[in-house]
């Protein structure tokens, strides 16, 4: 099973990041793949989203995503939709600081039939650092430069 982690010092509060990777819905807005993103069912710390994500103008796929928040310092996305064998999204937030955060992502993603495993396979670690990369520069652009 193909597993990516990365982690990464960032000058903002974690409870600010926190809440970035937790705006679901805001996901088109700036992560690239992601065409739709929509909560249709919240319990408490817990939301099921709808999402769509896109390679292309040939490849697009919905799934169902259950997130499970554990404020401020956890954020877990599982999906157990038919086209994965697997599906796992991790987010640690540690606060070494009042104005910084360390931050602590992985991303497991193994996909049902043959020609998913190989895409999913081919795409993860771009993926993964793509998207984290892209909630920095969503923390920059709606947060400033720092907290300070």
């Known amino acids: ?5 990365e982690s990464r ?3 903002y509060r974690r409870d600010q990041f926190f809440d970035l ?5 805001s996901y088109p807005e700036f992560l690239p793949m992601w065409r739709y993103a929509r909560v249709y069912r919240r319990e408490g710390d817990i939301y099921y989203t709808e999402q ?11 799934f169902r995503s259950r997130t499970k928040l554990a404020r401020p310092t956890d954020i877990e996305v599982t999906s157990d939709d ?11 937030f540690e606060s070494p600081s009042e104005n910084s955060c360390r931050i602590e992502f992985e991303l497991s993603c193994t ?13 993860l670690t771009e993926t993964a650092q793509t998207m ?16 300070r």
């Open 9 to 11: 010092s960032l000058p």
């Open 111 to 123: 996909g049902r039939s043959f020609v998913m495993k190989r895409v999913l396979d081919l795409m």
């Open 82 to 92: 038919s086209i994965f064998e697997n599906f796992r999204i991790s987010w640690h």
């Open 21 to 25: 990777v937790a705006d679901v819905e």
């Open 1 to 5: 099973m193909p597993v990516h982690r």
């Open 52 to 62: 769509q994500v896109g390679i292309g103008p040939l490849m697009s796929q919905r």
């Open 132 to 147: 984290v990369s892209a909630f920095e520069d969503r923390a920059r652009q709606m947060l400033g430069q720092t907290t």
